[in-house]
């Protein structure tokens, strides 16, 4: 059975989400980063798993279900700290971020039979799943992150290693504003979407003419 591994960052203001601020402020960021963080590990609770990790930089909070055991992230980028994580398994592992709250156990209900990778693809260029049946570190390291062709330089990665790659179907990361509604929209009933429903969008002041009070 499968290894469910979460990457995650401690949902403090001004250390997560941070391209929500404006127009949300840094504690609604986040509250909407935790509020997204527990949808995800609630899928990742209901999904069939051999084991399930939180790999996390930062301290665990009352959003984290049981059944989880928590690691803390290496030092690096992100390629590394992904490198890592996968490290830490014996056996066919899905690795996953924290930005997709609208994601649910289906979806990470993964078999490996016929293929070595499962692929995630998000819509902004990126991945949010990446699964692999024999976890190899040196498939992540060096892969540019965070940018819009890290996808397809990751799934190129895989493809030149020899892998047969399944594709998961694609998903919205949480990024932005319109990423936050469209993403609601799709989970009306999640605590991300609820969460997003009490926030209110800091208005900026408009601007003041010179020489008028």
């Known amino acids: 059975m499968t290894t469910l591994l979460v990457i995650a960052k401690e949902p403090r203001p001004g250390r997560v989400k941070t391209r929500l601020t404006p127009p949300f402020t840094p504690g609604q960021a986040a509250r909407l980063a935790e509020a997204a963080l527990a949808d995800t590990l609630h899928a990742v609770a ?26 803390p992230q290496c030092a690096g980028g992100l390629d590394e700290r992904l490198a890592d994580a ?13 930005d997709t709250p609208q994601v649910t156990p289906e979806l990470l209900t993964v078999d490996f039979t016929g293929c070595d990778a499962h692929f995630g693809p998000a819509e902004d260029g990126g991945f949010w799943a990446l699964g692999l049946a024999r976890p ?41 504003a319109a990423d936050a509604h469209a993403v609601a929209a799709l989970a009306p009933h999640g605590r991300f979407a609820a969460r997003l429903a009490r926030c209110t969008a800091v208005v900026e002041p408009a601007p003041n003419p010179a020489g008028r009070r």
């Open 46 to 71: 209901a999904a069939p798993a051999f084991r399930r990790v939180l790999v996390l930089d930062g301290a665990p909070g009352p959003w984290l279900p049981r059944g989880f055991d928590v690691v």
């Open 86 to 98: 996968f490290a830490r398994c014996a056996g066919p592992a899905l690795l996953i971020g924290m």
């Open 136 to 176: 190899e570190p040196g498939l992540l390291r060096g892969v540019p992150m965070s940018t819009s062709v890290t996808g397809a330089a990751l799934r190129d990665r895989l493809r030149t290693a020899g892998l047969r790659v399944r594709d998961l179907p694609s998903l919205r990361d949480v990024d932005t």
